[in-house]
């Protein structure tokens, strides 16, 4: 379907629709062989926000993207304000402008469905993704919509669900004095709250609602309470989503782990989350609802973080180079 001089919307074979008319994700590919990506994107953001605020996920596929500049060209000509990365969990290097690597763990490890920093009060709203290096196999970046999650939850585990709603729920992590590099949110103090001064720390952290007590070789961060169930969209759109960090805390459910090493969650209100046959039960959920696309070099790939969840797939056969960008 052509929409317009600059893009043309084309269809894959991963893709999922709903009964709401929502194409997931959508897919945009240029109208001509002379379309401009940048000027594309300057002369039709009103749309692209709006089919954002929609379908919650665009790829753009076949665009002239090859480096880390072209992609900090793209992410700057949407213009949106830079996310800050405050408190972040993710080992993450800057490359360039407002480009960073995404997830510096072990490529052969699977990093669960999560909403960006749902761990915490300051969220970004937008992720950008650039695959500048194609997987051969595997790696791929699983999206899903998280509304959908909610209805499935609610409908098969009601009583959890509303008691999720009802008291929000509370993070604990251990987290270290250096890098762990072979954990998916193994990022150092230093690092999350960009300082070596405990003290700033403790006043970053705050701002964070989450208190740091200091242990003999890390910090346990307790974040919370905070909301389990968001209602975001427009008034006559608004949909309540499943944004909590459970899902990536207790993933190890499904190989018999109770729950990840020093990370855990628990109820606003300081009761044990044990309900873990329904926490298995969503993560089969997000692995039937999810769409998974293998990238392809050159990939754009513009999330709503408020809407959808991602993933990453276990690498299989290298190379691979994924970086990102965070936004407001």
Same mark, same amino acid.
């Given at each position: 379907m052509a929409t317009g001089k600059f893009f043309q919307e084309v269809n894959l074979p991963e893709q999922k629709s709903y009964a709401d008319g929502i194409v997931f994700p959508t897919v945009l590919s240029p109208a001509s062989n002379t379309c401009n990506f940048t000027e594309a994107i300057k002369a039709q953001k009103s749309w692209l926000e709006s089919l954002l605020e929609t379908n919650g996920v665009i790829l753009f596929r076949g665009f002239h993207v090859e480096s880390p500049s072209d992609f900090n060209d793209v992410v700057e000509a949407f213009g949106f304000p830079e996310a800050p990365y405050v408190g972040g969990r993710a080992p993450r290097t800057k490359v360039v402008g407002r480009v960073f690597t995404a997830n510096e763990s072990p490529p052969d490890k699977r990093v669960p469905f999560h909403h960006e920093m749902a761990y915490g009060p300051d969220f970004p709203n937008k992720l950008f993704f650039f695959c500048e290096e194609e997987p051969v196999s595997g790696g791929e970046t699983p999206i899903l919509l998280s509304h959908i999650i909610y209805d499935k939850m609610k409908e098969r585990h009601p009583d959890f669900v509303s008691r999720l709603e009802e008291h929000g729920v509370t993070y604990v992590k251990i987290m270290s004095d250096e890098v762990n590099s072979s954990d998916i949110g193994g990022s150092d103090w230093r690092s999350a709250y960009m300082t070596d001064d405990k003290i700033v720390a403790e006043e970053r952290a705050a701002k964070l609602e989450t208190k740091l007590e200091w242990l003999e070789n890390g910090v346990k961060l307790i974040t919370g309470p905070l909301p389990?169930?968001?209602?975001?969209? $427009?008034?006559?759109?608004?949909?309540?989503?499943? =944004?909590? =960090?459970?899902?990536? =805390?207790?993933?190890?459910?499904?190989?018999?782990?109770?729950?990840?090493?020093?990370? =855990?969650?628990?109820?606003?209100?300081?009761?044990?989350?044990?309900?873990? @046959?329904?926490?298995?039960?969503?993560?089969?959920?997000? @692995?039937? $609802?999810?769409?998974?696309?293998?990238?392809?070099?050159?990939?754009?790939?513009?999330?709503?973080?408020?809407?959808?969840?991602?993933?990453?797939?276990?690498?299989?056969?290298?190379?691979?180079?994924?970086?990102?960008s965070l936004c407001k």
């Open positions: 389990a169930i968001r209602i975001f969209g $427009e008034k006559d759109n608004q949909r309540k989503t499943w =944004f909590n =960090f459970t899902s990536l =805390f207790y993933d190890g459910l499904k190989n018999n782990n109770i729950q990840q090493p020093g990370s =855990f969650a628990m109820y606003g209100n300081g009761d044990p989350m044990v309900e873990y @046959d329904a926490i298995v039960d969503c993560l089969r959920i997000m @692995d039937e $609802e999810c769409v998974i696309t293998p990238w392809k070099k050159g990939d754009v790939m513009l999330v709503n973080n408020l809407m959808a969840l991602h993933a990453r797939q276990p690498l299989l056969k290298p190379p691979r180079r994924v970086l990102a």
